[in-house]
């Protein structure tokens, strides 16, 4: 089944396309580690050339880990944006390029047919820049910083959660929902990008439908339902993968697919913690 999903498209094996499929993936209750290297082959031992789920979580841990590292080496590089405003200027000028230079990477990765674990790791980098300096400057405007903390925390219980009720409850991801979720993301980014350029500009004022207000709030909200569901088809799609025998490198575009998801996750929920806890 061919996928939507421009991070996942450029992959045949991640379209059905692969040779000798392993269909005993397809049942998200047969996810489990398998510790005699023998039995489903959707779980073979690391270095036997096939994408398995131990591979997609060892590959998503290192490109989280090197957008953590780089987002708290930028968090301290920025200083003390309260009491000095060079270090604002420093953490906004760190915030919009690491936006626009990690928005180019994602796109060339998405895009890129044979997916390279360089240019997963620099996007990694360049977007714990972005992190590490949004996650900066909200925290000074709500004045805690322990509300990274909480966002942080709050993105891992909606990953634990979601992962939780797809295996659990045998979520299956239909043609139609597929569909719908791309229609809605597209709209949503376009929408979204429409709203940046109208803000810069001047023509809407206090960030448009990014202000941090009650309109702010109900956009955030709607981006954390969309960015669930996304999470959702990331599951299914690593899952399709794995039952078409897809190699091992495959397993740097899941991880790939899986950092984009967790990182808007967590800046939405972020946004919406500060809203509420904002004057």
């Known amino acids: 089944m061919k996928s939507s999903n421009p991070v996942?498209?450029?992959?045949?094996?991640?379209?059905?396309r692969g040779g000798a499929a392993a269909k005993t993936a397809s049942d998200p209750s047969q996810w489990q580690v398998d510790l005699t290297g023998e039995?489903?082959?959707?779980?073979?031992a690391a270095g036997t050339g096939r994408m398995t789920i131990e591979t997609v979580v060892e590959k998503t841990a290192i490109t989280l880990g090197v957008l953590v590292v780089a987002?708290?080496?930028?968090?301290?590089?920025?200083?003390?944006?309260?009491?000095?405003?060079?270090?604002?200027?420093r953490a906004m000028a760190f915030a919009f390029g690491g936006a626009m230079i990690g928005f180019g990477l994602a796109m060339v990765n998405s895009f890129k047919k044979v997916i390279s674990p360089g240019l997963?790791?620099?996007?990694?980098a360049v977007e714990g820049v972005f992190v590490g300096a949004f996650s900066k400057v909200i925290s000074t405007y709500v004045g805690d910083p322990t509300i990274v903390f909480q966002a942080v925390l709050a993105t891992?219980?909606?990953?634990?959660?979601?992962?939780?009720?797809?295996?659990?409850?045998?979520?299956?991801?239909?043609?139609?929902?597929?569909?719908?979720?791309?229609?809605?993301?597209f709209s949503f980014v376009g929408v979204m990008l429409v709203n940046m350029v109208l803000s810069l500009t001047g023509v809407l004022e206090s960030g448009g439908l990014r202000g941090f207000n009650t309109l702010g709030l109900v956009v955030?909200?709607?981006a954390v339902v969309l960015a669930v569901f996304m999470l959702i088809l990331d599951f299914d799609y690593v899952e399709k993968g794995i039952a078409a025998g897809a190699p091992e490198r495959e397993s740097w575009r899941a991880a790939f697919g899986l950092t984009v998801t967790l990182v808007w996750l967590y800046i939405e929920i972020?946004?919406?913690?500060?809203?509420?806890r904002g004057d």
């Not at 039995?39 to 073979?44: E, L, M, R, V, Y």
């Not at 797809?166 to 993301?185: C, G, L, S």
């Not at 972020?270 to 509420?276: F, P, Q, W």
């Open 270 to 276: 972020l946004r919406i913690l500060a809203i509420l």
């Open 71 to 89: 987002a708290a080496v930028t968090w301290f590089l920025i200083g003390d944006v309260a009491a000095d405003q060079a270090s604002l200027n």
């Open 39 to 44: 039995g489903n082959p959707t779980h073979t």
């Open 8 to 16: 996942f498209a450029r992959s045949a094996e991640f379209n059905g």
């Open 156 to 185: 891992m219980v909606a990953f634990g959660g979601t992962l939780a009720a797809y295996k659990f409850f045998n979520i299956q991801v239909t043609d139609k929902f597929r569909k719908v979720m791309m229609i809605a993301m």
């Open 120 to 124: 997963v790791l620099a996007y990694a």
């Open 220 to 222: 955030s909200a709607i």
